[in-house]
């Protein structure tokens, strides 16, 4: 039964045996209960599987200016675990937080970069538009508007 968060372990009972599937490095404590009424406390250490690869699923991506979003890494093996620090090589462009979000703040190109706990790493370009002078709030709701025109005049023929 997957336990979620903030566990760091999933459990499979079968007949007389547990097998404990760690999500993440830590230590995980287990209460067990035999059929007889015995308890006890199982501690078991998770260890890491260290990736022997990481790649961001884009090269390049480009966004307008005060625009944000979340890219990390596919690893591999699809069973490795690691940390990352994420970095951006013009601030004045994007900004990457701990956790991987990019804020674009200025015009520009920079290459976004991931490390993982082992040493690996992996990189994409991002290059920052400023938004079309074009684009207004009155432009985006007329065309949201006529979005819902034409998805309730499609309903209305497919009913």
Do not use: W
């Not at 990390?72 to 013009?90: C, E, G, I, Q, V």
């Not at 432009?139 to 009913?159: A, C, D, G, P, R």
């Amino acid at each position: 039964m997957g336990l979620g968060a903030p566990y760091n372990f999933t459990l499979e009972p079968s007949g007389g045996t547990c097998t404990v599937t760690a999500k993440k490095p830590g230590y995980v404590y287990v209460a067990v209960e035999t059929d007889n009424g015995k308890q006890g406390f199982v501690v078991v250490n998770a260890t890491a599987k260290d990736p022997t690869s990481i790649s961001f699923p884009i090269s390049s991506r480009s966004i307008c200016i005060g625009y944000t979003y979340t890219q990390k890494p596919d690893l591999a093996p699809s069973d490795a675990y690691t940390a990352y620090t994420f970095s951006s090589s013009d601030t004045n462009v994007a900004t990457v937080s701990s956790a991987g979000k990019v804020t674009a703040k200025g015009i520009g190109t920079t290459t976004i970069t991931a490390t993982s706990s082992n040493n690996l790493t992996a990189t994409y370009t991002l290059t920052v538009k400023n938004l079309p002078s074009s684009v207004t709030k009155e432009t985006i709701t007329t065309k949201v508007s006529e979005l819902k025109k034409v998805i309730n005049t499609t309903v209305e023929h497919i009913l």
